[in-house]
């Protein structure tokens, strides 16, 4: 009956705002605090470690500290311990700002402009992280990094403006993955 629809539609309504205050926070969580970003990364990627079966403090470990040749503290977010004695190190910091930004644009200019932005940022990761060298100051791991991307779409919309971005990375021995790829 029309009352019955009225109310489903209502709550429907309700659900909706709910979701886009819910969404709301998140954004503005994500923009205003770059720790913040890294840290849902972060979350992410141990999420994603579990899902796959593998074990926090068995199987992998979380900000284990260790020093270049000039005392600097290095701090992977992750290294996964594998048989052998052998490590992959995996770095979940990616800057997203020019992605958020993308979203929120109101003309497909902007929007095409923040995406370009977007992809440079991820450019300019692959290459700060590439510069730790991890895998030298790390005993055992693997000659390269992982750099996990918290979701597709921002890998997607990054390659999609810089289709080299993934070769070139590769070169500088970082290997880019995202939940699925991981």
């Known amino acids: 009956d029309k009352s019955s629809l ?8 309700e659900a909706l705002a709910r979701t886009q205050m819910e969404t709301g926070k998140l954004v503005n969580a ?3 605090a770059p720790k913040t970003r890294g840290r ?10 579990e899902l796959s079966g593998l ?7 979380e900000q284990s500290t260790t020093t270049d040749d000039d005392g600097k503290m290095l701090r992977p977010d992750v290294i996964i311990r594998l048989p052998g004695g052998r490590s992959i190190i995996i770095d979940a910091k990616v800057a997203l700002s020019g992605y958020l930004d993308a979203m929120e644009a109101t003309d497909d200019v902007a929007r095409e402009a923040c995406l370009k932005k977007h992809a440079q940022e991820l450019r300019a990761h692959v290459k700060a992280l590439s510069s730790k060298d991890y895998s ?9 990094v992982a750099l996990f991307i918290p979701g597709e779409n921002f890998f997607a919309a990054a390659v999609e403006r810089d289709p080299s971005l993934f070769e070139d990375a590769m070169k500088m021995r970082i290997v880019i993955v995202t939940p699925v790829t991981l």
């Not at 074990?55 to 470990?61: L, V």
């Open 6 to 13: 009225n109310e489903q539609m209502r709550f429907v309504g």
């Open 30 to 32: 994500l923009r205003a």
């Open 40 to 49: 849902w990364g972060e979350e992410t990627l141990k999420n994603v470690l």
């Open 55 to 61: 074990s926090a403090h068995a199987d992998f470990t």
């Open 136 to 144: 030298k100051f790390v005993g055992e791991s693997a000659d390269f």
